[in-house]
Protein backbone atom coordinates (compact mmCIF):
# COMPACT_ATOMS: atom_id res chain seq x y z
CA UNK A 1 0.00 0.00 0.00
CA UNK A 2 1.52 3.32 -1.08
CA UNK A 3 1.93 5.55 2.33
CA UNK A 4 3.09 8.95 2.29
CA UNK A 5 4.45 10.00 5.77
CA UNK A 6 5.38 13.73 6.86
CA UNK A 7 7.37 15.23 9.65
CA UNK A 8 6.98 17.08 11.64
CA UNK A 9 3.18 17.50 11.90
CA UNK A 10 3.42 20.80 13.33
CA UNK A 11 6.78 23.47 13.09
CA UNK A 12 7.05 26.63 15.43
CA UNK A 13 9.92 29.02 14.06
CA UNK A 14 11.20 32.28 14.23
CA UNK A 15 11.08 34.53 11.59
CA UNK A 16 14.94 34.00 10.27
CA UNK A 17 15.42 30.63 10.86
CA UNK A 18 16.08 27.79 8.26
CA UNK A 19 13.20 25.27 8.22
CA UNK A 20 13.15 21.44 6.93
CA UNK A 21 9.95 19.10 6.40
CA UNK A 22 10.54 15.70 5.82
CA UNK A 23 8.43 13.40 3.54
CA UNK A 24 8.94 10.06 2.78
CA UNK A 25 7.18 7.64 0.79
CA UNK A 26 6.62 3.32 0.50
CA UNK A 27 6.20 2.69 -3.23
CA UNK A 28 8.10 3.60 -6.25
CA UNK A 29 7.14 6.95 -7.98
CA UNK A 30 7.12 9.13 -11.14
CA UNK A 31 7.30 12.31 -9.23
CA UNK A 32 6.59 13.95 -6.02
CA UNK A 33 4.37 17.29 -5.42
CA UNK A 34 5.08 19.87 -2.77
CA UNK A 35 2.26 21.63 -2.11
CA UNK A 36 1.41 25.03 0.21
CA UNK A 37 -1.87 25.56 1.62
CA UNK A 38 -3.43 28.67 3.26
CA UNK A 39 -5.86 29.38 5.77
CA UNK A 40 -8.84 29.48 3.69
CA UNK A 41 -8.17 26.66 1.45
CA UNK A 42 -6.68 27.34 -1.40
CA UNK A 43 -3.58 25.39 -2.97
CA UNK A 44 -0.42 26.66 -4.66
CA UNK A 45 1.80 23.94 -6.30
CA UNK A 46 5.73 24.79 -5.44
CA UNK A 47 7.20 22.03 -6.78
CA UNK A 48 7.06 19.10 -8.89
CA UNK A 49 10.12 16.99 -8.81
CA UNK A 50 11.40 12.84 -10.14
CA UNK A 51 15.16 13.14 -9.40
CA UNK A 52 17.30 15.96 -7.79
CA UNK A 53 16.93 19.23 -6.61
CA UNK A 54 15.04 22.31 -7.36
CA UNK A 55 15.17 25.61 -6.06
CA UNK A 56 12.39 28.95 -6.57
CA UNK A 57 13.75 31.85 -4.36
CA UNK A 58 13.64 30.56 -0.50
CA UNK A 59 11.91 27.60 -1.20
CA UNK A 60 14.34 24.25 -2.45
CA UNK A 61 13.22 21.11 -2.77
CA UNK A 62 15.20 17.74 -2.83
CA UNK A 63 14.55 14.12 -3.75
CA UNK A 64 16.31 10.97 -2.88
CA UNK A 65 14.63 8.30 -5.53
CA UNK A 66 16.80 5.46 -3.86
CA UNK A 67 15.69 6.28 -0.27
CA UNK A 68 12.18 7.51 -0.90
CA UNK A 69 12.85 10.59 0.53
CA UNK A 70 11.86 14.27 0.04
CA UNK A 71 12.69 17.30 1.71
CA UNK A 72 11.23 21.28 1.34
CA UNK A 73 13.66 23.91 3.29
CA UNK A 74 12.55 27.31 3.83
CA UNK A 75 15.62 29.74 4.09
CA UNK A 76 15.56 32.86 5.94
CA UNK A 77 11.73 32.22 6.82
CA UNK A 78 9.21 34.93 7.05
CA UNK A 79 5.82 34.93 8.85
CA UNK A 80 4.08 35.24 5.24
CA UNK A 81 5.49 31.66 4.88
CA UNK A 82 3.71 29.84 7.74
CA UNK A 83 0.85 27.64 6.07
CA UNK A 84 0.44 24.25 5.72
CA UNK A 85 2.98 21.99 3.49
CA UNK A 86 1.69 18.94 2.31
CA UNK A 87 3.99 16.40 0.12
CA UNK A 88 2.09 14.25 -2.35
CA UNK A 89 3.38 11.38 -4.49
CA UNK A 90 2.53 9.94 -8.03
CA UNK A 91 2.86 6.05 -8.04
CA UNK A 92 4.29 4.90 -11.05
CA UNK A 93 1.99 4.59 -13.96
CA UNK A 94 -0.58 6.62 -11.58
CA UNK A 95 -1.02 9.32 -13.91
CA UNK A 96 -2.56 12.15 -11.34
CA UNK A 97 -3.80 9.60 -8.94
CA UNK A 98 -1.83 11.58 -5.85
CA UNK A 99 -1.74 10.31 -2.24
CA UNK A 100 -0.96 13.04 0.02
CA UNK A 101 0.93 13.25 3.07
CA UNK A 102 -0.78 14.42 6.15
CA UNK A 103 0.63 18.09 5.75
CA UNK A 104 3.15 20.50 7.93
CA UNK A 105 1.65 23.43 10.10
CA UNK A 106 4.28 25.99 9.86
CA UNK A 107 4.04 28.93 12.08
CA UNK A 108 6.72 31.73 11.51
CA UNK A 109 6.94 34.08 13.98
CA UNK A 110 7.71 37.71 13.73
CA UNK B 1 -4.64 33.40 -18.54
CA UNK B 2 -7.25 32.35 -15.91
CA UNK B 3 -6.41 30.38 -13.12
CA UNK B 4 -8.98 27.28 -12.61
CA UNK B 5 -12.41 28.47 -11.40
CA UNK B 6 -14.56 25.71 -8.77
CA UNK B 7 -18.41 27.13 -8.19
CA UNK B 8 -20.10 27.53 -5.90
CA UNK B 9 -17.58 28.16 -2.96
CA UNK B 10 -20.07 27.20 -0.25
CA UNK B 11 -23.15 24.54 -0.01
CA UNK B 12 -24.87 23.78 2.46
CA UNK B 13 -27.41 20.58 2.21
CA UNK B 14 -29.18 18.00 3.97
CA UNK B 15 -28.92 14.43 4.61
CA UNK B 16 -29.94 12.29 1.80
CA UNK B 17 -29.92 15.43 -0.98
CA UNK B 18 -27.67 15.20 -4.32
CA UNK B 19 -25.07 17.94 -5.01
CA UNK B 20 -23.10 19.18 -7.89
CA UNK B 21 -20.21 20.27 -8.14
CA UNK B 22 -18.31 22.32 -10.89
CA UNK B 23 -15.20 23.21 -12.15
CA UNK B 24 -13.29 24.99 -15.06
CA UNK B 25 -10.07 24.19 -16.08
CA UNK B 26 -7.45 26.31 -17.08
CA UNK B 27 -7.79 27.17 -20.80
CA UNK B 28 -6.21 24.60 -23.12
CA UNK B 29 -5.47 21.79 -20.03
CA UNK B 30 -7.55 18.96 -20.73
CA UNK B 31 -6.77 17.11 -17.48
CA UNK B 32 -9.14 17.58 -14.54
CA UNK B 33 -8.71 15.53 -11.33
CA UNK B 34 -10.86 16.03 -7.87
CA UNK B 35 -9.87 15.72 -4.54
CA UNK B 36 -11.96 15.62 -0.96
CA UNK B 37 -9.98 17.41 1.98
CA UNK B 38 -11.39 16.39 6.06
CA UNK B 39 -9.62 17.26 8.97
CA UNK B 40 -9.88 13.62 9.64
CA UNK B 41 -8.67 11.93 6.05
CA UNK B 42 -6.73 15.08 5.04
CA UNK B 43 -6.56 15.27 1.15
CA UNK B 44 -7.92 12.49 -0.73
CA UNK B 45 -7.97 11.58 -4.32
CA UNK B 46 -11.35 11.06 -5.70
CA UNK B 47 -10.96 10.70 -9.72
CA UNK B 48 -9.63 11.95 -13.01
CA UNK B 49 -10.42 13.08 -16.29
CA UNK B 50 -8.57 13.53 -19.45
CA UNK B 51 -10.56 14.30 -22.73
CA UNK B 52 -14.14 13.47 -21.78
CA UNK B 53 -12.78 10.12 -19.95
CA UNK B 54 -12.13 8.74 -16.33
CA UNK B 55 -8.59 7.71 -15.85
CA UNK B 56 -7.91 7.46 -12.47
CA UNK B 57 -10.56 7.09 -9.91
CA UNK B 58 -9.76 6.54 -5.40
CA UNK B 59 -11.28 4.69 -3.41
CA UNK B 60 -14.79 6.27 -3.08
CA UNK B 61 -18.41 4.94 -2.93
CA UNK B 62 -20.70 4.74 -6.14
CA UNK B 63 -22.13 8.02 -4.76
CA UNK B 64 -19.64 10.04 -6.35
CA UNK B 65 -19.47 10.18 -9.98
CA UNK B 66 -17.99 12.74 -12.41
CA UNK B 67 -17.98 13.61 -15.98
CA UNK B 68 -16.05 16.13 -17.98
CA UNK B 69 -17.32 17.98 -21.07
CA UNK B 70 -16.34 18.81 -24.68
CA UNK B 71 -14.90 22.02 -23.54
CA UNK B 72 -12.70 20.12 -20.42
CA UNK B 73 -14.78 21.02 -18.05
CA UNK B 74 -16.00 19.00 -14.94
CA UNK B 75 -18.56 18.75 -12.85
CA UNK B 76 -18.89 16.00 -9.73
CA UNK B 77 -21.58 14.46 -8.15
CA UNK B 78 -22.65 13.43 -4.45
CA UNK B 79 -25.96 11.33 -3.83
CA UNK B 80 -27.45 10.75 -1.18
CA UNK B 81 -25.50 12.82 0.89
CA UNK B 82 -24.15 12.11 4.28
CA UNK B 83 -22.41 14.00 7.41
CA UNK B 84 -19.67 12.37 6.61
CA UNK B 85 -19.50 14.17 3.04
CA UNK B 86 -18.75 17.45 4.91
CA UNK B 87 -15.59 18.54 3.24
CA UNK B 88 -13.55 21.03 1.40
CA UNK B 89 -13.87 19.24 -2.70
CA UNK B 90 -11.27 20.83 -4.77
CA UNK B 91 -10.44 20.61 -8.55
CA UNK B 92 -6.92 20.59 -10.08
CA UNK B 93 -6.33 21.21 -13.85
CA UNK B 94 -3.09 19.99 -15.94
CA UNK B 95 -2.22 19.25 -19.17
CA UNK B 96 -2.27 15.60 -18.16
CA UNK B 97 0.72 14.76 -20.29
CA UNK B 98 2.57 12.65 -17.44
CA UNK B 99 4.02 14.36 -14.39
CA UNK B 100 2.86 17.94 -15.19
CA UNK B 101 2.26 21.06 -12.74
CA UNK B 102 -1.23 21.02 -11.34
CA UNK B 103 -3.30 24.04 -10.48
CA UNK B 104 -5.74 24.48 -7.88
CA UNK B 105 -8.80 26.30 -7.41
CA UNK B 106 -9.91 27.21 -4.45
CA UNK B 107 -12.56 25.02 -3.14
CA UNK B 108 -16.07 24.05 -2.46
CA UNK B 109 -16.78 23.92 1.20
CA UNK B 110 -19.46 21.49 1.38
CA UNK B 111 -21.36 21.08 4.23
CA UNK B 112 -24.05 18.47 5.19
CA UNK B 113 -26.49 18.95 8.56
Known amino acids: KNEVEQSPQNLTAQEGEFITINCSYSVGISALHWLQQHPGGGIVSLFMLSSGKKKHGRLIATINIQEKHSSLHITASHPRDSAVYICADIPQGGSEKLVFGKGTKLTVNP | KAGVTQTPRYLIKTRGQQVTLSCSPI?????VSWYQQTPGQGLQFLFE???????NKGNFPGRFSGRQFSNSRSEMNVSTLELGDSALYLCASSDGQGSSPLHFGNGTRLTVT
Open chain 2, 27 to 31: SGHRS
Open chain 2, 49 to 55: YFSETQR
